[in-house]
């Protein structure tokens, strides 16, 4: 079966500027989690969704958003881009947050200049 | 609050040798234990895992023993591929944060032919 793919692999944006990263779970998973992950920083929680809610969200500004559409589909969005949201962007999907484990995909890399 | 701490890299090997990267926890409950792996330029791969004490998670090669009376789950193989080279990240999950990973910093391994 198809994996969890997000689009698109890579993108560079001026600072200021807006984005909008796509992630596709896997068929039948509810539960879309995203993560940044930063050489300096590691891996951080950003938010989960789950039946096109948000059920858990990290510690970051309110820059930083998302949604889930019907179809379990997921997109972030980031406004105001600032130099230090460069990052990795991963996506991760599963049937049920916790014990299952979870699916990710390859990630968005965002280059901010 | 609920933490992990993974052993610092980087971790280099020659081919054959034993593997070991430890990982220990800090958590309420009784949360489930992942390794996840990372290879260059792709995004995180679960390796294992496992959902209470004394089970062992195992795929691979790779294997790590839940083992809650020193709050470990330390990875090991027994004969490294030049293939294993990649970022190991631990992580654990819990009902008492929502669910969502929490992750170590991760360990880079490089296995030298």
């Known amino acids: 079966k198809a994996g969890v793919t997000q689009t698109p692999r890579y993108l560079i944006k001026t600072r200021g500027q807006q984005v909008t990263l796509s992630c596709s779970p896997i068929?039948?998973?509810?539960?879309v989690s995203w993560y940044q992950q930063t050489p300096g920083q590691g891996l951080q929680f950003l938010f989960e969704y789950f039946s096109e809610t948000q059920r858990n969200k990290g510690n970051f500004p309110g820059r930083f958003s998302g949604r889930q559409f019907s179809n379990s589909r997921s997109e972030m969005n980031v406004s105001t881009l600032e130099l230090g949201d460069s990052a990795l962007y991963l996506c991760?999907?599963?049937?049920?947050?916790?014990?299952?484990?979870?699916?990710f995909g390859s990630g968005t890399r965002l280059t901010v200049v | 609050g609920n933490s992990v701490t993974q052993m610092e890299g980087p971790v280099t090997l020659s081919e054959e040798a034993f593997l070991t990267i430890n990982c220990t926890y800090t958590?309420?409950?009784?949360?489930?234990l992942f390794w996840y792996v990372q290879y260059p330029g792709e995004g995180l791969q679960l390796l294992l895992k496992a959902t209470k004490a004394d089970d062992k998670g195992s795929n691979k090669g790779f294997e790590a023993t839940y083992r809650k009376e020193t709050t470990s789950f330390h990875l090991e193989k027994g004969s490294v591929q030049v293939s294993d080279s990649a970022v190991y990240f631990c992580?654990?999950?819990?009902?008492?944060?929502?669910?969502?990973?929490?992750w170590g910093l991760g360990t880079s391994l490089a296995v030298n032919p």
């Open positions: 991760a999907s599963s049937f049920e947050a916790g014990n299952y484990g979870y699916t």
């Open positions: 992580a654990l999950t819990n009902a008492g944060n929502n669910r969502k990973l929490i």
């Open positions: 068929s039948g998973h509810r539960s």
């Open positions: 958590a309420t409950g009784y949360p489930s």
